[in-house]
């Protein structure tokens, strides 16, 4: 497939594969040409993005993502999404907020399921699909 560039998004098929814009808060288009798509790489080694937001069109978060966006505080993540991959968001040392599904906060602990994923907020790994997400700030 060919990249397909739309504004400052460059989708690759069905996959968000590149910011180019210099916004340092980011929101997400709605779809892909109406359809759902998935974020592969997307904003990797992005040191300008402070927070994201991500419509309820995306459905999957591949590792990587947002790898080292080392200024990202914050990301709303949409029940849509049923997979985060590990190191989607590894070295992000300023990202302190996850929004999502009954949020509430626990001292930058991120809590998936009930479970304490990772108290490190400098790597944090996704063990299984995110059912209820939780401010870690």
Same mark, same amino acid.
């Given at each position: 497939?060919?990249?397909?560039?739309?504004g400052?998004?460059?989708? #690759?098929?069905?996959?968000?594969?590149?910011?180019?814009?210099?916004?340092?808060?980011?929101?997400?288009?709605?779809?892909?040409?109406?359809?759902?798509?998935?974020?592969?790489?997307?904003?990797?080694?992005?040191?300008? #993005?402070?927070?994201?937001?991500?419509?309820?069109?995306?459905?999957?978060?591949?590792?990587? &993502?947002?790898?080292?966006?080392?200024?990202? /505080?914050?990301?709303?993540?949409?029940?849509?999404?049923?997979?985060?991959?590990?190191? /989607?968001?590894?070295?992000?040392?300023?990202?302190? &907020?996850?929004?999502?599904?009954? &949020?509430? /906060?626990?001292?930058? /602990?991120?809590?998936?399921?009930?479970?304490?994923?990772?108290?490190?907020?400098?790597?944090?790994?996704?063990?299984?699909?995110?059912?209820?997400i939780?401010?870690?700030?």
């Amino acid at each position: 497939n060919e990249p397909e560039v739309i504004g400052d998004f460059v989708f #690759i098929g069905d996959t968000l594969v590149n910011y180019t814009g210099s916004d340092s808060e980011v929101i997400l288009p709605e779809n892909h040409n109406g359809e759902s798509y998935k974020l592969y790489e997307t904003f990797r080694g992005n040191d300008s #993005i402070t927070s994201v937001t991500i419509p309820e069109s995306v459905t999957s978060i591949s590792g990587s &993502a947002f790898f080292y966006c080392t200024s990202l /505080a914050s990301v709303t993540i949409p029940d849509s999404v049923t997979t985060i991959e590990g190191f /989607a968001f590894g070295e992000c040392s300023n990202l302190s &907020a996850f929004y999502g599904k009954g &949020a509430t /906060a626990d001292n930058r /602990a991120l809590i998936l399921n009930n479970e304490i994923v990772s108290r490190d907020n400098k790597y944090i790994e996704f063990l299984k699909p995110p059912e209820k997400i939780i401010i870690t700030h």
